[in-house]
């Protein structure tokens, strides 16, 4: 069986966006699943609005996205001599010709197409001269007439083009910029593309690509146009929708393999299955579960399915992706025990990476920085917990191991000698201790703060209800 090639050929002229990310994600899945090769290719003919900006923002989410790539990065602007020998073959072989026609002289055949109820287009004025090239000429390539084109789609079925319909289209402009259409289909030639799966936005293009094809008698590849990715309103997917470049997931605490998993979703089925590991997704990915409505962007799915996979992930799995959300709080944390403690303790409750850094700050602050919610301070801090804090405090520092059970033992104890429930010491201890009344379990925070933290902080918490008294 012939290796498959995929591709995937952003344009550099902004930011990478779910929609082209998930256009890039079922390439990189399909040739993964098939034992292939996966070619990036950069369309960068568009001088005016191509930078080397957006180019290193694609590969930046690129790379955070884990989308490896086995050829390539190609520039289509580096392939001008390549663009050239074939632009010349289809001349020689009679399939295209120079054209000398004025767009004014265009507009007027279009208008004129448009006044006896046909489509806007070239009437082949210049199809037959024979001319030579010369300053102001274009190339356009000959289409046929008569008869149909068949794209053969592997998702949408067989779509059928009139000929008649298709004009004389333009492959290279006066000044010698190849078009879209054209380059397109010569980098696939070139590079042995034989699967392109691509948004359903380029069905309109593939014809005049089929046709390209034929003319340079190269093999046809397989096509598979994909449903768009829609907003909630069933409209082209905006940021006002919540879809954002895939960096701006990135900042916001979004795990890579969550929102490779949403996007492969999003128009993709294996049965039920929601939740997939990457390794899963190789396993299973194939082209026949893809649908052909569009799909829906809904940020709480996505949002949702971000959670299991912090879950999911081991806790020393996590620790780097966290370090940059804690930096931005003045924080540095160190890839030990300690943190994957911490990370541990804060997964089943945390749907971002930036909310787990938000939860973690109480375990890194200084004691003395511990700070409290006035709200709570009021409501808990009062002369009332000072005994029972202060037998705590003491039980706990002479208690060599912060186990579990240890610590329930501690708590049974001053609850025993205060007639306290465990919640009216526990409140009062868990925001000496983290400055805040939410917080996982009192015991887990205990264990993993230990006693050169809680000693400090429960004394503190003392002081602060001594002063009040005072």
């Given at each position: 069986m012939e290796q498959i090639i995929t591709r995937f050929p952003p344009s550099p002229t902004g930011y990478l966006h779910v929609g082209g990310a998930r256009t890039a994600i079922f390439n990189w899945l399909y040739a993964r699943h098939m034992n292939g090769r996966f070619v990036l290719r950069i369309e960068d003919t568009d001088t005016q609005r191509s930078t080397q900006a957006s180019v290193d923002a694609i590969f930046d989410a690129l790379q955070w996205l884990d989308i490896d790539w086995d050829e390539g990065p190609y520039f289509q602007t580096q392939r001008f001599d390549i663009y050239n020998e074939y632009l010349k073959k289809l001349?020689?072989?009679?399939?295209?010709?120079?054209?000398?026609?004025?767009?004014?002289?265009?507009?007027?055949?279009?208008?004129?197409?448009?006044?006896?109820?046909?489509k806007p287009r070239y009437d082949g004025t210049c199809r037959e001269k024979g001319l030579q090239q010369t300053e102001n000429a274009v190339i356009r390539f000959k289409a046929p007439l008569s008869g149909t084109t068949v794209v053969e789609d592997v998702i949408k079925g067989n779509i059928v083009f009139q000929n008649n319909e298709l004009d004389d289209f333009v492959i290279c402009r006066s000044e010698g910029t190849p078009t879209y259409n054209f380059v397109v289909v010569v980098d696939d030639i070139t590079m042995n593309i034989n699967m392109i799966i691509r948004g359903d936005d380029h069905v309109m293009n593939t014809p005049k690509q089929l046709l390209l094809y034929h003319a340079l008698q190269a093999p046809l590849p397989t096509f598979g146009h994909v449903p768009m990715v829609l907003g909630s309103d069933?409209?082209?997917?905006?940021?006002?929708?919540?879809?954002?470049?895939?960096?701006?997931?990135?900042?916001?605490?979004?795990?890579?393999?969550?929102?490779?998993?949403?996007?492969?979703?999003?128009?993709?089925?294996?049965?039920?299955?929601?939740?997939?590991?990457?390794?899963?997704?190789?396993?299973?990915?194939?082209?026949?579960?893809?649908?052909?409505?569009?799909?829906?962007?809904?940020?709480?799915?996505?949002?949702?399915?971000?959670?299991?996979h912090i879950k999911a992930t081991p806790p020393a799995n996590?620790?780097?992706?966290?370090?940059?959300?804690?930096?931005?709080?003045?924080?540095?944390?160190?890839?030990?025990?300690?943190?994957?403690?911490?990370?541990?303790?804060?997964?089943?409750?945390?749907?971002?990476?930036?909310?787990?850094?938000?939860?973690?700050?109480?375990?890194?602050?200084?004691?003395?920085?511990?700070?409290?919610?006035?709200?709570?301070?009021?409501?808990?801090?009062?002369?009332?917990?000072?005994?029972?804090?202060r037998l705590l405090k003491e039980k706990l520092g002479t208690l060599a191991n912060y186990s579990q059970e240890n610590l329930e033992d501690v708590f049974k104890n001053v609850?025993?000698?205060?007639?306290?429930?465990?919640?009216?010491?526990?409140?009062?201890?868990?925001?000496?201790?983290?400055?805040?009344?939410?917080?996982?379990?009192?015991?887990?925070?205990?264990?993993?703060?230990?006693?050169?933290?809680?000693i400090p902080r429960l004394e503190k918490a003392i002081q602060f209800i001594e002063g009040l008294e005072g």
């Open positions: 001349i020689d072989s009679g399939h295209a010709y120079y054209c000398t026609c004025s767009p004014q002289q265009i507009d007027v055949m279009r208008r004129q197409a448009m006044a006896s109820g046909e069933r409209s082209r997917l905006s940021k006002r929708h919540g879809a954002m470049s895939v960096t701006a997931y990135r900042d916001m605490g979004f795990l890579p393999d969550a929102l490779v998993n949403y996007l492969v979703r999003l128009g993709w089925s294996h049965g039920d299955q929601e939740f997939f590991t990457r390794d899963e997704l190789i396993s299973v990915f194939d082209l026949k579960n893809i649908g052909r409505s569009a799909g829906i962007f809904d940020p709480d799915k996505l949002l949702a399915l971000n959670a299991e996590l620790v780097a992706p966290l370090a940059p959300f804690l930096k931005d709080c003045g924080i540095e944390i160190k890839d030990d025990d300690y943190s994957r403690h911490v990370i541990e303790t804060l997964t089943p409750r945390s749907k971002t990476l930036e909310e787990m850094a938000q939860a973690a700050l109480f375990f890194y602050l200084e004691n003395i920085n511990i700070t409290y919610d006035e709200k709570a301070a009021r409501k808990f801090l009062k002369p009332a917990a000072l005994a029972p804090m609850m025993d000698q205060t007639g306290l429930k465990l919640g009216k010491i526990a409140q009062p201890v868990r925001l000496a201790l983290t400055g805040r009344t939410a917080s996982p379990g009192i015991f887990e925070i205990i264990a993993i703060l230990g006693p050169e933290r809680v």
